[in-house]
């Protein structure tokens, strides 16, 4: 795909991003709201993308693909490139906002999905309906996407990249059933410890840390995380995040990445 095919892909392809916003709100605002079908609430959730249906065929999304639509902006990932966007909705139609979305080069099928999603949302207006588990955009003409509610991620064996501005997406965790152990990055040092789940709580042993020296951010960063240990921590997993409370009042959040 030459370099002007492929930025008209990426431009036309963001146009879903604010789509989607729109339909977390009953407002042209952009604020919280619910629509569609049993009036479900759209926004604060993780919506997979599923398939498109176009010219009477349906293309199945890539493994990756999602937004969530939550205060006024939409966020995701078309499967290969990530998107944002505000939108403005009148009832259940949905109208474009202004999109910012990256232009990474994907394998052929991703960059077709895009392709296919993109001649279908692109300057259209669309009808949002929604029940508890689906939500569904429909155009004028019949073409249709469909997103399903995201399944909440697994605490074990997922990577858990910690969302602390300070330590700039460095920091992760990896909890691992088998062997009772969590293990990752505190944004500079590597760290492993003893960790016990069990009725909601997690108990992590003693860290074992390198010894490296980094930016004042990054060792901040680490510090707040180092109170998690030797602690007993209430957790909770939404969809993809992961919420993590100590004793001492120290709360951690983090999102899980593949």
């Known amino acids: 795909m030459d370099k002007q095919k492929q930025r008209m892909t990426?431009?036309?392809?963001?146009?879903?991003?604010?789509?989607?916003?729109?339909c977390g709100s009953d407002t042209a605002d952009g604020g919280g709201g619910s629509v569609g079908a049993g009036r479900q609430q759209v926004t604060g959730v993780r919506w997979s993308v599923d398939s498109v249906t176009a010219a009477g065929k349906t293309h199945k999304a890539p493994t990756g693909a999602h937004v969530t639509i939550d205060k006024g902006r939409a966020e995701g990932s078309f499967g290969c490139n990530n998107f944002s966007a505000k939108a403005e909705v009148d009832g259940d139609r949905i109208r474009l906002g202004r999109t910012m979305a990256t232009e990474m080069a994907c394998a052929d099928k991703p960059m077709a999905f895009e392709a296919t999603l993109a001649r279908t949302l692109s300057g259209r207006e669309l009808t949002a309906a929604a029940d508890s588990d689906h939500l569904t955009l429909t155009t004028d003409e019949g073409a249709t996407v469909r997103l399903s509610k995201a399944k909440d991620a697994p605490l074990a064996g997922t990577r858990w990249t910690i969302t602390t501005p300070d330590l700039d997406g460095r920091a992760h965790l990896t909890f691992d059933d088998e062997?009772?152990?969590?293990?990752?990055?505190?944004?500079?040092?590597?760290?492993?410890?003893?960790?016990?789940?069990?009725?909601?709580?997690?108990?992590?042993?003693?860290?074992?840390?390198?010894?490296?020296?980094?930016e004042d951010s990054l060792m901040t960063g680490e510090k707040t995380l180092l109170r998690l240990f030797e602690a007993r921590l209430t957790y909770a997993v939404d969809q993809q995040t992961l919420t993590l409370t100590s004793e001492n009042g120290t709360t951690v959040r983090a999102g899980a990445t593949r």
């Open 10 to 22: 990426l431009t036309a392809a963001a146009m879903l991003v604010p789509l989607l916003a729109a």
């Open 179 to 214: 062997k009772g152990t969590v293990s990752g990055s505190l944004g500079c040092n590597k760290v492993n410890a003893k960790a016990t789940v069990r009725d909601g709580h997690i108990t992590l042993g003693r860290p074992a840390t390198t010894r490296m020296m980094c």
